[in-house]
């Protein structure tokens, strides 16, 4: 009997010997299904979704194609989406990147206080954000902000306004009348406030006079950044102000778009290049409105190179998913409702036909073939 229990616990022993070893095998295994997954996920093409507002703005097609070309040229899967001014159309396009496994969204908004929940479910899912010359409002999941000094540029925009009309109108008061972007793009606020930070002092002196009396940002708003809006808009404000002698020196536009738009008011209306034309600001140089700065029709735009930009952008993903830090030069401006957004703001500057050779051409933002 005493043999019998003898071999059942040795046959015991030797079957937990071996179970023991078959489970350290398992685990061994496991470890390095584990290991493999992790070193192939590293290996794998990271995925950027870029998400931009509309195609009918030149800006737009090369901030898209600049990064683009950055991010393809680093190794990265980009997918460029276009949402052409329809929100459900941006948010759309936001969630299928997504779900098809965006790493990083970097994303103009058409409107940035609309993408809230969608952002919130993108970081949930681990998903890093980084808002685009456009501010995302509303929301934590925005790692960072790549944009202009937004201020200045509304800056710049009424210095040059007021430069020109010194030089082309004389001596003031000067009649003017403003436009802004859209309300729903925090951009507007920027460019309006610093806009107003030059004018502001001059209009309670009297150098310059509103007629239409319209100065706050709720009444010179273009929704959608719209020329044709702005156009209608000018053409209102002609009729209503300037039919009974009065003469208008100087319009300020905030886009070039919206400027082309007023400039096609203000002829209609019969003021003449290089003669009575108003003195009309823009902001984006594109190639339609150097060609007016050309012919004496625009006074000035705005230059902000997107090809920069889009190599900010491309820093941050390089950053976000490296788990490094990328530059960052301003940390109190851009207050999101939610915190202060970490941001890098580029230097923009103002062209005039004095400069525009220097600054559009030589520089290769625009080739002669584009202004042709």
């Known amino acids: 009997m005493k043999k019998v229990l003898t071999i059942i616990l040795v046959g015991m022993m030797i079957m937990s010997m071996i179970g023991c070893a078959k489970d350290e095998e398992s685990t061994s295994t496991t470890e390095t299904k584990t290991e493999t997954k992790a ?14 507002p509309t195609q009918s703005g030149e800006r737009w097609i090369k901030d898209g194609s600049a990064m683009k070309e950055i991010l393809e040229a680093k190794g990265y899967k980009v997918d460029l989406q276009y949402a052409e001014d ?24 058409i409107d940035g206080s609309t993408l809230s929940d969608t952002l919130d479910e993108a970081a949930a899912n681990g998903v890093k954000v ?41 001596e003031g008061p000067y009649n003017v009348e403003l436009f802004a972007g859209s309300p729903d793009d925090t951009n507007a606020f920027y460019f309006f406030s610093g806009a107003m930070d030059v004018l502001q002092p001059l209009i309670d002196d009297g150098t310059v006079v509103i007629q239409s009396g319209q100065v706050e940002l709720a009444d010179v708003g273009t929704l959608r950044w719209d020329g044709a ?15 009974s002698g009065e003469v208008l020196d100087g319009v300020l536009s905030p886009y070039d778009g919206l400027s082309r738009g007023i400039l096609s008011a203000l002829t209609a209306f019969g003021y003449v290049a290089g003669d009575d034309i108003p003195v009309v600001t823009g902001q984006d140089a594109e190639a339609a409105s150097i060609k007016l700065i050309i012919t004496g029709e ?9 090809r920069d930009l889009a190599a900010v952008a491309a820093g941050m993903v390089d950053a976000l998913l490296s788990g490094s830090e990328p530059e960052i030069n ?28 220097e600054l559009v051409m030589d520089s290769g933002y625009l080739t002669e073939e584009d202004i042709k």
């Open 39 to 52: 070193e192939t996920k590293t290996e794998e093409e990271s995925y950027v979704g870029i998400s931009m």
């Open 86 to 109: 329809d929100i459900p159309m941006q948010k759309s396009q936001i969630e299928n990147m997504v779900t098809k496994g965006a790493d990083v969204l970097i994303i103009a908004a």
């Open 130 to 170: 980084i808002s685009y010359d456009r501010l995302l409002i509303n929301t934590d999941a925005v790692s960072y902000y790549a944009t202009f000094d937004n201020r200045r540029v509304g800056q710049q925009q009424a210095e040059s306004l007021v430069e020109g009309l010194k030089k082309i109108k004389g």
């Open 229 to 243: 809006v702005a156009q209608a808009r000018m053409d209102a404000i002609l009729a209503a102000q300037y039919t």
């Open 298 to 306: 625009q006074y000035s735009t705005i230059l902000k190179d997107t």
């Open 330 to 357: 301003d940390t109190e401006t851009y207050d999101n409702n939610v915190k202060i957004v970490p941001s890098y703001l580029l230097e923009p500057y103002i062209v005039t036909i004095d400069n525009y050779q």
